[in-house]
């Protein structure tokens, strides 16, 4: 079993006929993963993931600012993966993990929501064990 804390904070904007968007997003993470099985140095693993999330939104059209939204709210999500490792004892190992929070949104009037929904993938990392070095 692995657990795991993490920080994010990404954002994304558009700018299209006059109109601004600017969606934010900063969350604390904690998720622990089991691993499944060892099929020849291919490790598979799963587990929950739950956050603490401060999402905003901002929109602005020719000069006005209709909307400015921020809210601290909690969320979950599933984070799932593959390590490769030769070996059991080896000094690294390569890691590949995605993360998918399927109902993150944040209501911005009435019943209109935005969604920050997401699949986070990280391609490949390189973990490196210190301890095992020396």
């Known amino acids: 079993i692995n657990i795991a804390l993490g920080y994010r904070s990404y954002g994304t904007s558009t700018n299209t006929y006059g109109v601004h968007q ?18 020849h140095g291919f490790v598979p693993f799963i587990g929950p993931a739950i956050s ?22 909690v969320g979950y999500g599933l984070t ?3 390590d490769i490792r030769p070996t059991r004892i080896q000094t690294w190992i390569l890691r590949t993990n995605l993360r998918w929070y399927p109902n993150l949104k944040l209501a911005v009037k009435g019943d ?19 301890s095992r070095l020396f």
């Open 52 to 73: 603490y999330e401060n999402l905003s939104f901002k929109e602005t059209f020719e000069q006005q600012q209709p909307y400015e939204i921020s809210k601290n709210k």
């Open 80 to 82: 799932f993966g593959w």
């Open 112 to 130: 209109k929501k935005i969604s920050f929904n997401n699949l986070e993938f990280n391609f490949i990392q390189l973990i490196i064990y210190p």
């Open 22 to 39: 600017l969606l934010k997003r900063k969350s604390v993470v904690l998720e622990t993963t089991k691993y499944l099985f060892d099929y």
